[in-house]
């Protein structure tokens, strides 16, 4: 009874907690990590360069092709320190974006159809428009098979531009942008399946299969070991390494197959907790005692009152922001700066696909999408805030450098990298100039409408 009232006081002392905080509070996080991930792979981006063009210059770039990897008879995992960088911890940031996506379609604002629509429009016209830029200036000429470079949005850096303006700027923005940017990752990646893939080996494709059924299977019967999923999604990774289709599309599909559901629910976890916090205090908590079976199973449930897609989101994402990115950069982004690279059709159709391809695509396809019907578009989201944020959808970093070292062979792929660089350079800073100055009208209007009312006071 006594433990009773002290809850009971205790959680009087807090505000309640809403239905929207289960899909408010993990977008939050996500965009807070999201912004220091940014500030990380933006001095990656900077180190990678600064060693690419320096008298370290030879050693920083062979040392990524090391060869690193197994030899079992026939069968050779032997590939380059690149090579599982690009491919393996890659596979990782998939996951977490596939996890992200699944959680908002199911639980969060993307739940609703029509809110949904809007960054998924946004995001075709953010990947349709820039292509079809490329590919009309580079009609004919080498480097053509590299439209894909031109699709993405950078996650990270993206919302890390935002994070500079903190509540300056509308929570709508944040989530439109964040949505489009899954989305069009996602798009990038299965564009990497198809086009930027190897002939196919239906065997392993097989086996592939199996395993995602496996998985798929032991979910059905209720498994919930972590590591045996983990161990199977590796096998799954090394077939379709092995199949001619892009490893990381492993990663995807399994973050799309993560159940949503949770094991526990509210009532069962308060039941069990009462059940262990009603036993007298001191220690016997040891041995094979109830009390201790009690214990065991109070913190099992704990950990299974969240959803195996929270999760794996929550104990992924800072490894995947403070880690995988960083190191991605620092293997892919060391370029030689060339200034004749400059004067090529590569670059020059590349900045104009992330420049102007970007924002035209996201701001027409999202006005059609409004103005069908087949969208809505958040009160607080004006036009020209979302016009800003389709000015740093352009920054096509990370996703863009990917698909550049699948797309160009060694002698064009540092003049498109060199337009990936410039391209997003000119696309972030068009949309922190616009913030910027949306940002400073705001607080002036704002500023003017208090005067007037202290004035009238």
């Known amino acids: 009874m006594g433990i009773a009232i002290v809850m009971t006081v205790k959680n009087n002392t807090k505000l309640p907690r809403e239905i929207a905080d289960r899909f408010t509070k993990p977008v939050a996080r996500f965009l807070k990590i999201e912004s220091a991930a940014g500030g990380l792979l933006l001095m990656a981006v900077l180190v990678a360069l600064f060693l690419a063009n320096s008298n370290w210059a030879s050693t920083f770039l062979e040392f990524w092709e090391t060869p690193v990897g197994l030899n079992f008879g026939s069968l050779d995992f032997t590939r380059s320190l690149r090579h599982w960088i690009n491919d393996g911890l890659m596979t990782f940031f998939f996951f977490v974006i596939s996890l992200e996506l699944k959680r908002e379609l199911v639980l969060g604002e993307l739940r609703k159809p029509k809110q949904a629509a809007l960054p998924l429009a946004a995001a075709l016209g953010g990947m349709i428009v820039p292509v079809a830029i490329y590919l009309a200036l580079i009609a004919g000429q080498p480097g053509a098979q590299g439209w894909g470079t031109v699709m993405a949005t950078d996650t990270a850096l993206a919302i890390g531009c935002l994070a500079l303006f903190g509540k300056r700027i509308p929570t709508a923005l944040r989530l439109f942008l964040l949505s489009l940017a899954i989305f069009d990752d996602v798009g ?13 080996n239906w065997v392993v494709i097989g086996l592939a299969i199996l395993g995602l059924g496996l998985v798929a299977g032991f979910a059905r019967l209720g498994v919930r070991s972590i590591p045996m999923y983990f161990l199977i999604g590796g096998a799954v990774w090394l077939c379709i390494d092995a199949s001619g289709i892009h490893a990381t599309i492993a990663g995807v599909v399994l973050g799309l197959m993560t159940p949503t559901q949770v094991w526990v629910s509210d009532t069962r976890l308060r039941g069990i907790l009462g059940r262990v916090l009603a036993y007298p205090g001191g220690e ?34 800072p490894w995947v922001g403070f880690v995988v990115m960083p190191v991605f950069a620092l293997a892919n982004a060391g370029v030689a700066i060339e200034l004749g690279d400059f004067g090529q059709k590569i670059p020059i159709a590349i900045v104009a696909g992330l420049v102007l391809g970007k924002p035209l695509g996201v701001l027409g396809f999202s006005w059609l999408a409004v103005r069908s019907g087949l969208a809505v578009k958040p009160p607080d989201l004006s036009w020209p805030f979302l016009t800003a944020g389709a000015f740093l959808a352009g920054i096509g970093f990370t996703m863009s450098l990917f698909v550049a070292s699948l797309a160009f062979d060694p002698t064009t792929l540092g003049a498109a990298k060199l337009g990936i660089l410039a391209g997003s350079t000119i696309s972030a800073t068009f949309g922190l100039f616009a913030l910027l100055w949306l940002a400073t009208l705001s607080a002036g209007h704002l500023a003017g409408k208090q005067g007037k009312c202290n004035h009238g006071a």
Do not use: C
């Open 188 to 200: 990038a990646i299965l564009v990497v399946a198809v086009f930027y893939g190897e002939p196919l």
């Open 284 to 317: 016997h908590w040891s041995g094979d005692t109830p009390d201790r079976r009690d214990l065991r199973e109070a913190g099992r449930a704990v950990s299974e009152s969240l959803s195996p897609v929270e999760r794996l989101e929550m104990t992924l994402h």
